[in-house]
Structure formats: structure tokens, C-alpha cells
């Protein structure tokens, strides 16, 4: 556990393994936990004892604070390392937080890079910062609070040498003839490795998917993206439609080739007409469910985590379980995947959140969110399933999956990262502490053999 702040917030939301067996980890900061205080980006970076590293930052950390005087919507999801050992960290900010509310909740999608000892990087970006603003948020009817503004999510690099970046998001679309959306898009950005955008992704570096094409559904909840080895680009995330008739949640899973094209031999068969994309029921209406990210098994299937209704309770009054799902590489619904094509995990009859996906090297299926064993507890939860969707009973106590009580009744994991020689994984998240009489968030990180 790492209470950085003593009196405020810290999270990680994004790890990565650094050279000598070392960790860097992405999230946020505050100096307290009221509601309107000013949250900044953090990256720290750990030894191979999970000890703060002194050669890096300050003490092993360091903190930007991008958008100052801004509030708790500036938050670091991403991390990758580039081929030189630079850092780029990914994830939102305010847009002008001077501004009265509403203008000044607005979001841009920022990029920074540091140098290996922790130092922001001036040549990249500008000086340091790369900034990506695609639209304005738009105001609600009181104008109190902004939807739709530009989010972020995932943040991967090509690697071999190839330092580009992929970030994945959402943004209130552009509508012809200038109408008005109150929705979000799915957003895939491109940059250069020097934090430039790069114009020869699509046709600006950024690609769009309006699967709502409007003004009245709920927007995009963009989440991760992977880059395949051909250079290609897979990502997934969720959306209320009506695709089928009746609006509910469903995954979205679409696929573009490495100039920003969508795949026209990518789902070419599910509800959604245009190509490229998958969009519809993974099981049958009324049931809701969610995608947070398309892991890749070895022959090319694509592999979903996230979290619907207990399949008891399909309308969601109840307690929502982790499901996960598999495609092919063609954009398929296997349904022999687990049972009728969808696997649950549910720790207790309560409410589980499935929040990260990654496929180990023997392709079974890793997963890291929530667990509840009780109604009023909230811990973190590592579940590992078999190749095929079934709950592996090697790991935990032969049920799957394994609940950590990190210190509070707010547990949670949100992030994992595979060691190099595949034997562990590095987990983060938050722990729900109390320091000095004063409950907060403390960062916590994990370190797990693979069994």
C-alpha cells in the first residue's frame, strides 16, 4: 500500500513493467478529500521490492498537475514505455479551470512523457504535454455540469522500435450541418512517438464511431484498446442503444486496420450494419453488459471482460456479476464460450464489477475489478478462467478467483500487467483507508505468481 497523500486521494489506475525488474504505475493525487479539491496526475516508480525508487522523480514520484486549480476529473489511466526508456502517461484534464462551471469542468485528453529519471520531457509535445481537445462538453438543462466532454481510457504503443501511441476515448461527435449532440463518440487518436498528432491515421489522426447517431441515446464508454501485430487496432467499450429494438447496455467491439480504416471483414454479420464493428446483445434482451477491453488468446480470439446482471436477475434490479465473452478474430460471438457464450463470475450473490482483461501466455483469461462477499464490503478481486470461459480451479480456494481486503470497505483493482517472463502479474488499484481520523484512497499495488 502507498499512502502518498497523507490527507487526501491516491489512486492507480495503470501499471507497467520497467527495466531490473522495476514497476511505474499511473493515477491521481489530491492534497484532501473535499469536494472541490485540486486532483493532479501521478506516476510512481517502484523497485522489484515495491519500495519507491529515490533515482526517479521525488522519492520515487512524481506528480503533474496539468490543469491547476481544476478538480477531481483530471486523473493518469495510461502508462507504456518507449524503445529510449521514456515514460508517457495518458489521461484527462480540465480544459480551463479558471472557467465558472459549467465551461470549466470541460476535459481535454493529454499526453506527458518524462525521462527515465523522472524528469518531464520538453521535446515532446508542447513543452512536455501533448493536448488533444475534440470538442466541447455540452452543458445540461440546469448548467451545472457538462456531458460528453473528452475522455480518456486506454493509452498502448506499437513497440520494436515503434514508439507511436494509440489512445483510446470518446468525445461529443460533430454532427452535419452543425446540430447540436448531447452524445459521445468512440475515439481513437494517433500520435506521433514525440507527441505530435500523427495525420496519417484516418484522415486527422483521430477515428470516430457514432453507433447512436443523435441526440437521445447515452454516449460512448470507450475502454481499452490493443494493438495486434499486424498493426491493427482492436477496442471495446459499451453503449445504451436500440440496435435491437428494445435500449439497453451492450459491448462494442470494433477492429481498424493500422491507417485508421475500419476492417470490412470484422463482424460483418451482428446487428450493427456498417463493418468493422461488432454492436448488439452478447445474450439475449433484456439483459445488460458491459466490455472493458478485447484481449488477444493465440489463435486470434478475442476475449471481453466487464459486468451485467446476475443471469438470475437478467433486468438488473438486483446484483450485477463479471461476464465476459469471446469473438473470433473475424468479430464472432463464440458461443461455446463458457455457457451459451458467456462466462459469470459472482463472489458472494452481491454486486461485482469486472473492470480489466489480459490473456496469459497460456491463454487463460485474467480478469481484475470488485468483488462482495457481503452486502456492505467491497473488495478487490483477481479471477483467472480457463482457455475456454470456464472458472479455473487452480486458482483462489478452487472457486477461480481470489477477494483482497486492502484496508477499507472500497477495495478495488483496476489495472494488471504481465511480468516479462510471464510468471507474475502487477496489480493496482485502490485500497479505501483511513489516515489520521480521515477516510481516504491509499494506491496499492500487487505483485502475484501465476499459478
Do not use: C
Not at 121 to 132: E, L, Q, R, S, Y
Not at 400 to 414: M, N, P, Q, Y
Request: aromatic share 8%; no cysteine.
Amino acid at each position: 500500500m502507498l499512502s502518498l497523500s497523507l490527507a487526501g486521494h491516491d489512486r492507480l489506475f495503470g501499471v507497467t513493467h520497467g527495466p531490473d525488474g522495476s514497476f511505474y504505475a499511473v493515477g491521481q493525487i489530491s492534497n484532501d478529500i473535499s469536494a472541490t479539491a485540486d486532483y493532479a496526475m501521478l506516476v510512481a516508480k517502484l523497485d522489484e521490492n515495491g519500495e519507491p525508487d529515490p533515482s526517479f522523480g521525488n522519492g520515487g514520484i512524481v506528480v503533474a498537475n496539468v490543469a491547476v486549480g481544476g478538480g477531481a476529473n483530471e486523473i493518469a489511466r495510461g502508462i507504456v514505455l518507449q524503445s529510449d526508456g521514456k515514460i508517457v502517461i495518458a489521461g484527462t484534464a480540465e480544459t480551463n479551470p479558471g472557467a465558472a462551471v459549467p465551461q470549466g469542468l470541460d476535459t481535454d485528453i493529454v499526453a506527458l512523457r518524462f525521462t527515465a529519471a523522472g524528469v518531464l520531457d520538453t521535446t515532446f509535445g508542447t513543452m512536455g504535454i501533448a493536448t488533444v481537445d475534440l470538442n466541447d462538453g455540452l452543458p445540461n438543462a440546469a448548467n451545472t455540469n457538462l456531458s460528453a466532454r473528452d475522455d480518456m481510457w486506454s493509452l498502448s504503443t506499437y513497440g520494436n522500435g515503434d514508439d507511436r501511441l494509440v489512445i483510446h476515448g470518446s468525445a461529443r461527435g460533430y454532427e452535419a450541418g452543425g446540430a447540436t449532440r448531447d452524445d459521445a463518440d468512440f475515439v481513437l487518436v494517433r500520435l506521433t512517438a514525440a507527441g505530435g498528432v500523427d495525420n496519417t491515421f484516418s484522415t486527422d489522426g483521430v477515428v470516430w464511431l457514432d453507433l447512436v447517431n443523435g441526440t437521445t441515446h447515452g454516449g460512448a464508454s470507450a475502454r481499452a484498446a490493443n494493438i495486434l501485430e499486424d498493426g491493427s487496432i482492436v477496442a471495446a467499450g459499451y453503449l445504451s442503444s436500440t440496435v435491437l429494438g428494445a435500449q439497453t447496455q451492450q459491448p462494442v467491439i470494433y477492429k481498424v486496420d493500422e491507417n485508421g480504416n475500419f476492417d470490412g471483414d470484422f463482424a460483418d454479420a451482428d446487428p450493427w450494419l456498417d463493418d468493422g464493428v461488432w454492436h448488439g446483445y452478447a445474450v439475449p434482451a433484456p439483459f445488460r453488459a458491459e466490455a472493458y477491453g478485447a484481449a488477444v488468446q493465440s489463435d486470434g480470439s478475442l476475449v471481453t471482460m466487464g459486468y451485467g446482471p446476475t443471469p438470475a436477475d437478467p433486468t438488473g434490479m438486483g446484483s450485477t456479476d463479471w461476464v465476459s465473452f469471446r469473438f473470433s478474430e473475424d468479430g464472432v460471438q463464440d458461443t461455446s464460450y463458457g455457457t451459451n457464450g458467456a462466462s459469470y463470475v459472482d463472489a458472494g450473490g452481491f454486486g461485482d464489477n469486472g473492470r480489466f482483461v489480459m490473456v496469459l501466455s497460456d491463454d487463460r483469461v485474467l480478469g481484475v475489478g470488485v468483488g462482495r462477499a457481503t452486502a456492505t464490503e467491497r473488495d478487490a478481486m483477481i479471477a483467472i478462467l480457463t482457455p475456454d470461459g470456464d472458472l479455473d480451479p487452480s486458482f483462489g480456494d478452487g472457486d477461480g478467483f481470489k477477494l483482497f481486503d486492502t484496508g477499507g470497505d472500497g477495495d478495488h483493482f483496476w489495472a494488471a500487467a504481465l511480468s516479462p517472463d510471464e510468471t507474475h502479474v502487477a496489480v493496482v488499484g485502490i485500497a479505501g483507508a483511513t489516515t489520521t481520523g480521515i477516510n481516504d484512497d491509499d494506491a496499492v499495488l500487487y505483485y502475484l505468481p501465476i499459478e
